[in-house]
């Protein structure tokens, strides 16, 4: 199977196929709005901002498997993140990234890209950098700041 392959639901219940992103650099991350992390979200948008045009693409999974530091629903998620950070990359519909109710993709980036608790995602704030050819080539933990990606993602595009 190929990240291309699959479907993920958008904020507003809508599906989304990953298809549409073919020939894309992706930086998939699973966010929060009440983690010491958080602030990353300004890091993400100016990466965003700066490369989108070149063929970025930034997919935000709310995830609310970490110390219960994402309660709110996809409208409060939605307008924490506007408001707060003027984010204007794509906000996903709030998903599992580890265990039985684990997300297929992120079942799928997590078998691709292993990090240092095997497959687990260990907080909010893990990055997984996928190349145009849909190879899914680093992930970062959340210590990893989004502007530390930023040669990363320029030799990528």
Known sequence: MQITEF??????????D???YE????????????CGFTPQYEGLEKLYKEFSDRGLEILAFP???FGNQEPGDA???KNFCTLNYDVSF????KVDVNGKSADPLWN????????????KIKWNFT?????????????????VKPEQLRSEIEGLL
Do not use: W
């Open 90 to 93: 794509p906000l996903m519909a």
């Open 108 to 119: 799928y980036l997590k078998k691709e890209k292993t990090g240092l608790l095997g497959s």
């Open 75 to 77: 409208e409060e998620i």
């Open 63 to 65: 995830c609310n498997q």
């Open 7 to 16: 479907k993920v639901k958008q904020a507003d219940g809508s599906m989304d």
């Open 23 to 34: 020939g894309k650099v992706l930086l998939i991350v699973n966010t929060a709005s009440k």
């Open 127 to 143: 990055k997984f950098l996928v190349d145009r050819e849909g190879n899914v080539v680093a992930r970062h933990g959340p210590a």
């Open 18 to 20: 990953l298809s549409n």
